[in-house]
């Protein structure tokens, strides 16, 4: 860094710590960015001043940078200035004090997802009692999870407790520069989670959001880092089967994975967050940068999505293929209805010998959706003997919604196998018509097809997120068939 | 059970139906044969409420309610059961999913709770016993690869699982062989019973050697143009409907 650049950080650094104080009692930032604000953010999470570099040197980048050009998505500008960069955790007074004070619609689908109560009003977020089951259960396993040596925190924490691990990976799969959304998530996350996994560690239970209980609150702009030394093993979910209403309009999450020798992690999402109503009014933008790094030989990451909510979607799941006969899978099932958009595929990128992918993408689109798969495999000069499988399917129910379908590939080693295989049809009326002949509505029909259809996706899911995958994606049809 | 009067029904402009009349009682077992194209198949769809066909006249009584008012999955819970002539495949859903899916769909209309696991094992185990069905067929998808006499067994085991009460067959013995025949037609025969009536489209009188109708019908033109006795069936086989379309005009 120049001096001069470093004399700024310093100005800045001092001038909040002075007011440190007094800023802690503002709840919420005024809307607008600039480096104040990122100084400000910093100061108040207590941040290693790695950390703020870190945000500066991304912001700047991120001046410079134009958004993506959208492809197939039609989306109203964002004024990144009227939003605010900060709000503080909620205290229990502002929350909802019981399931009363809730949307009855929202409710109405937890219900019909069979979510218990005590859950709903997490989900909710109404204020509730200490005393509660959920908390017990977050302590046992955190005993565990010390026991075996895994690090599962909010990443915020993670920068106070293991600073070095931190600073030692973040950003070190997606650069901090990579994308426009990733460079902004980069100058102002707040919070996300952080898991590392030691040597020959198998995860001794699955990791999800559920038990971080913070999970839910973390914002925009979140923030996950996984690390699997080697000969480890994690699975993770993330996100909640219960759509999950949000004032904010933007989401920009970045997901970094590094999988060392012998590693494995499995990655599933489920993301259902607020669509918009059936004009296409309200809803999230959900634009995500998830990646993964195999630095290891015959290391695998495993990444399966079910991605049902948001207004617009845009998201890639990578895996770079760096170790020798690393393994990257991608499983995905993307469902859109009314005037929803998701831009969805994933990059397989081969650099390592004998590298190994998959991908096994489901499209659904309903009502007046647009549905677009993109996808890259790129092979690299060096990666002898590389297989890639990518099979996408489009699935339309009704005549006003679009499939696209976008598959690059780029092969720079001769002996490389790259299969690609591609289907769209339609629920036909025959299938329909019988399904009702055997007793079932018509809703139930078009649920009960277009979970067959995907059923080689959820197959990936653990057990108890494929029941809940499927119970959704009924959910999220409603209304698609007249 | 079931009453036909006067049904005209179209496809776009084209008269398919002209004017069909049929009376089935509780427990009787009628068969209707006739012509490629005289529009039996179009009989069975109207009948179970497919859409594409226009009723333009007369009505269909069942169990005493209007049969046309009421949308087809409506219909399939009131007992209305149809075996398709081709039975459509849904990849992805397995065949035990969607019976099971099917029966409770039917318990709740009638306001009994959902089958539990295991009973619905045993009844499913039973009855692709009583089909000599390989259980395999249970956990594979609805149809898929299914050849034309499997396709057909699959039907008439979701029929013995649902116990419909108004049994439509549309060409169930087509594609089936000798064995597989005799073994579907027992099938048919074990679901027989008091407060179950069959309406069994086929074109041939071998069908009826197995399972005995009481009543025979010849449907050509959109119309039963003649109805006997099990011997009408051995005199078409002897005469073929040429003989029929004479006697008439
Ligand atoms: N969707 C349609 N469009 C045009 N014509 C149709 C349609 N459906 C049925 N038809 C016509 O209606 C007539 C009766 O057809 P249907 O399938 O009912 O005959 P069928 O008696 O079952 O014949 P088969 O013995 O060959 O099964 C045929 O001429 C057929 O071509
Ligand atoms: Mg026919």
């Not at chain 1, 079932?440 to 059923?455: P, R, T």
């Amino acid at each position: 860094m120049s001096t001069s650049a470093q004399e700024i950080d310093n100005l800045i650094s001092q001038k909040y710590k002075e007011g440190f104080v007094t800023e802690l009692e503002v709840d919420t930032f005024p809307p607008g960015l600039d480096e104040e604000v990122i100084a400000k953010l910093s100061a108040i999470k207590g941040e290693p001043e790695f950390m703020l570099d870190y945000r500066l040197k991304a912001f700047r980048h991120w001046q410079t940078m134009t958004e993506p050009n959208w492809a197939q998505l039609n989306i109203t500008p964002i004024d990144y200035q009227s939003i605010s960069y900060y709000s503080a955790p909620k205290k229990d007074s502002d929350k909802p004090q019981s399931l009363d004070e809730i949307d009855p619609e929202l409710l109405e689908t937890y219900k019909k997802l069979g979510i218990p109560l005590d859950e709903q009003e997490r989900l909710a977020g109404v204020a509730v009692d200490a005393v509660f089951d959920s908390v017990s259960v977050a302590t046992t396993f955190k005993g565990k999870l010390k026991d075996a040596g895994v690090i599962f925190c909010p990443i915020s924490e993670a920068l106070q407790e293991h600073p070095e691990l931190v600073k030692q990976y973040l950003g070190t799969v997606v650069p901090s520069g990579d994308n426009f959304f990733a460079a902004l998530n980069a100058a102002v996350f707040t919070d996300g989670s952080f898991v590392y996994i030691p040597k020959g560690v198998r995860c001794p239970m699955e990791l999800s959001t559920y038990f971080r209980i913070n999970a839910a609150n973390t914002g925009q702009f979140e923030r996950t880092l996984i690390i699997a030394d080697e000969d480890s093993h994690v699975s993770y979910l993330e996100g909640c089967t219960a759509p999950m209403r949000d004032e904010n309009q933007l989401h920009a999450a970045v997901v970094e994975l590094v999988v060392m020798d012998n590693a494995e992690i499995k990655y599933s999402t489920v993301q259902n967050w607020y669509p918009g109503d059936e004009n296409g009014v309200g809803g999230i933008y959900n634009f995500v940068t998830k990646r993964a790094e195999c630095r290891g030989a015959n290391s695998k990451v495993s990444w399966t999505q079910v991605e049902t909510g948001s207004a617009i979607t845009w998201k890639y799941p990578s895996c770079v293929l760096l170790g020798d006969n690393s393994i990257g899978e991608f499983y995905s099932v993307a469902l859109t209805n009314n005037l929803q958009q998701a831009d969805t595929g994933t990059k397989m990128i081969h650099v390592g010998k004998n590298t190994r992918s998959t991908i096994i993408a489901k499209g659904i689109s309903a009502g007046r959706s647009q549905n677009t798969y993109r996808g890259l495999v790129k092979v690299g000069k060096a990666a002898i003997g590389a297989r890639n499988y990518t099979q996408c399917d489009s699935l339309l129910v009704g005549d006003k919604c679009g499939a696209h379908t976008f598959p690059y590939v780029e092969v720079k080693q001769p002996s490389a196998q790259v299969e690609h295989e591609a289907t769209t049809s339609k629920i036909s009326e025959d299938q329909l018509f019988f399904c009702q002949q055997r007793g079932l509505s018509a809703e139930d029909a078009v649920s009960m097809i277009v979970n067959g259809f995907c059923k080689s996706v959820f197959k990936e899911l653990p057990m108890e997120f494929a029941v809940e995958a499927q119970a959704l994606l009924g959910i999220s049809l409603e209304g698609s068939v007249g | 059970m079931l009453s036909i009067e006067n049904l005209h029904v179209n496809v776009g402009d084209k008269p398919i139906l002209k004017g069909l009349n049929l009376q089935i009682k509780a427990g009787e077992v009628h068969a209707i044969m006739g012509p490629n194209g005289a529009g039996k198949s179009t009989l069975s769809h109207v009948l179970s409420g497919k859409s594409g066909y226009t009723v333009t006249a007369g009505n269909v009584t069942y169990q005493g309610e209007n049969l046309l008012d009421l949308e087809p999955d409506e219909r399939a819970r009131k007992g209305v059961f149809l075996a398709f002539q081709y039975p459509v495949e849904i990849p992805g859903v397995s065949n035990i999913y969607l019976m099971k899916a099917a029966l409770n769909a039917i318990r709740k209309h009638k306001g009994l709770p959902e089958v539990d696991a295991m009973d619905f094992l045993t009844l499913v185990k039973d009855k692709v016993k009583l089909l000599e069905m390989d259980e395999k067929f249970l956990y594979r998808s609805v149809n898929e690869g299914f050849s034309g006499g499997e396709k057909k067994r699959n039907e008439i085991l979701q029929a013995a699982i649902l116990e419909p009460s108004l049994c439509i067959l549309d060409e169930t013995d087509s594609g089936l062989d000798i064995d597989a025949l005799k073994v579907v037609a027992a099938g048919v025969n074990s679901l027989r019973a008091e407060d179950r009536s069959f309406l069994m489209i086929t074109h041939y009188q071998r069908l009826l050697d197995y399972i005995k109708p009481d009543i025979v019908h010849v449907l050509a033109d959109g119309k039963i143009v003649k109805s006997g006795g099990p011997e009408l069936a051995l005199e078409l086989e002897a005469k073929g409907y040429r003989w029929v379309e004479e006697q008439v005009a």
